[in-house]
Structures are given as structure tokens and as C-alpha cells.
């Protein structure tokens, strides 16, 4: 199990023995000891990475008041700056659970923040998180582009039906090559939901799935004669990849997520399973 410790000093009122030395030292070492984040003399939120959890974890963003990767890792989330809109990142408010600044909040305007989290077609990599989508149709979450206005490589959205969909082209000078896949179900606005993709390197495919359930699987739509699947490494067929890796933003019009997100969980070289997923559901 790994342990994150976030301590920050506690803030008492004029409640019985929270005033107390004592009670004070007490709350801490607890904080301490338990790997919690503590405020205000309660147990707010933990930050504990599950061992079940642990291999693969590349990133785990909880979005409580900032982008910091709480897996141990330090990759943190960053405003990408270059070609890319000028932000000041996310808002924040209350959580699914409903504690203050618990889950990070997008305007649809011109909020996002970036990891170096970089999928490629030909190894294993998940995406899991919980979103509560302000509109369920047209939906941008995140996704990965050359440049701003650049033609899209790995992209997590909802379409135009509020069916939730992964896509990555090609690189090839036409862009008619996809790697695409959308889920049966449709999703609702205003509410919160789970989604992970889970992909194979060794198919180069992947899963789709919502609340836990898998609802939808990615092909190949190919246009060129002789191209399939991608070749990590050698041009002209492998997926556009790269950082930034831009979360609340995304590459068709209207380019920005409008709604919130909370516990982004990214993994490299695994595939989550059913259990992880139900794990990652449960976690505060």
C-alpha cells in the first residue's frame, strides 16, 4: 500500500476540547500515521492509494483545491501555456460526497490543465475518472492535439447523441484513419457518472466503460488501403501522441469542458479489470 501524506495545520473554534493541546497533537499524529488529509479537526478525504491499485499507476489527480498527483509519482498537472488558451485552471467545490473543494470545476470557457501522461496504441494504458457533465451532447474531457486547432490524437468526449466516446487518429497526411468506439449507453447531464477506457496494446483496441459496466469497444475505421491498426514508432500509421495531454479541453468545437471532474486515475502498462473499476468507484 502506498501511503501520501498531506497534513496541513489544523483550525479550531470555540468546540469543547478541539481547543486543547492535547486534542490537537492527538488529531495530527493520527493525520500522520493514517496517510489523511485533515482539516478543521475531521477526517475530510484519504489519500491512500489502494494496493490493488498501486502497479501501473501513473498519475491519480483527486482535483481537492489543486492538480497535484497524489500517487506518489509528482505528476503533477500543469497550465500548458505555448499555442495552447491561457488559463488559470479549474475552479473547485463541493464533492461528490460533499465536502468543500473537493472536486475541480470547468466553465466550458477557457479552463483546463495538462499532464505528460502520453498513451500509445500499442501498450496497455486506463483512463478512469467521474464526471458530472453541465451538458451531456457535445461534451469535451480531454485529449491530446499537436497544437491548438491540430488534428486530435487520443480524445475522451461526449458526442453529439451523449454517447461517450474514445478516439485517436492516425498520423497519415489524410486523417481518414481512426481508432474509435462509443458507448450504448447515453449519458445525463447534471449527474455524476464513472467512465474508464481500458486499452490493449496487444490488440491495439479498446474497452468502454460507464459505471462500472462495459458498454462499448473501439475498431479500426480505415480509409487507406494497407493500413491497420498502428506501428508505434514508425511513421506514417502510428496515433498523433504526445504531451500536453490536455484535461477539460478537447478538439472539435466547443473545445472546452463545461461541468465537473473529480479522482483522475491514469495507469500505464495495465488493464484495469472489473474489480479495479469497482474499487476506483468506491473510494471517497
Known amino acids: 500500500m502506498v501511503f501520501v501524506l498531506v497534513c496541513r495545520p489544523l483550525q479550531f473554534n470555540n468546540v469543547g476540547d478541539l481547543q486543547t493541546e492535547a486534542r490537537r ?12 488529509y485533515c482539516s478543521n479537526g475531521f477526517k475530510i478525504q484519504q489519500y491512500i492509494v489502494p494496493a490493488s491499485l498501486a502497479s501501473g499507476l501513473y498519475a491519480w489527480y483527486p482535483l481537492d483545491g489543486n492538480t497535484s498527483d497524489l500517487s506518489g509519482n509528482a505528476n503533477h498537472g500543469y497550465f500548458p501555456g505555448g499555442s495552447w488558451p491561457a ?6 467545490t463541493f464533492s461528490r460526497s460533499n465536502l ?9 470557457t477557457d479552463q483546463l490543465f495538462s499532464s505528460d501522461f502520453a ?3 500499442n501498450e496497455d494504458f486506463s483512463i478512469a475518472l467521474w464526471i458530472f457533465p453541465n451538458n451531456a451532447t457535445n461534451n469535451q474531457i480531454l485529449g491530446f492535439q499537436q497544437g491548438n486547432g491540430s488534428n486530435p490524437g487520443v480524445m475522451l468526449a461526449l458526442n453529439g447523441t451523449g454517447h461517450f466516446e474514445f478516439s485517436s487518429y492516425f498520423s497519415y497526411w489524410n486523417n481518414q484513419n481512426l481508432t474509435h468506439g462509443a458507448s450504448s449507453t447515453v449519458l445525463s447531464a447534471n449527474v455524476w457518472t464513472h467512465i474508464t477506457y481500458v486499452h490493449s496494446g496487444a490488440t491495439q483496441q479498446g474497452t468502454i466503460w ?16 494497407n493500413v491497420t491498426g ?3 514508432g ?16 478537447g478538439y ?12 483522475i486515475w491514469f495507469f500505464k502498462g495495465r488493464q484495469l479489470n472489473a474489480n479495479d473499476i469497482s474499487t476506483l468507484m468506491d473510494l471517497p
Do not use: H
Open 234 to 249: 514508425s511513421l506514417p500509421f502510428q496515433w498523433w501522441t504526445g504531451t500536453p495531454l490536455n484535461i477539460g479541453y
Open 100 to 108: 468543500p473543494n473537493g472536486t475541480a470545476s470547468f466553465n466550458g
Open 230 to 232: 498502428c506501428i508505434t
Open 252 to 263: 472539435s468545437n466547443p473545445r472546452f469542458f463545461s461541468g465537473k471532474m473529480d479522482d
Open 87 to 92: 488559463t488559470l485552471g479549474p475552479s473547485y
Open 210 to 225: 460507464v459505471n462500472g459496466v462495459n458498454v462499448g469497444a473501439t475498431a479500426d475505421t480505415v480509409n487507406v488501403s
Open 25 to 36: 497533537e492527538t488529531i495530527i499524529l493520527e493525520c500522520l500515521l493514517g496517510g489523511k
Open 119 to 121: 498513451p500509445v496504441c
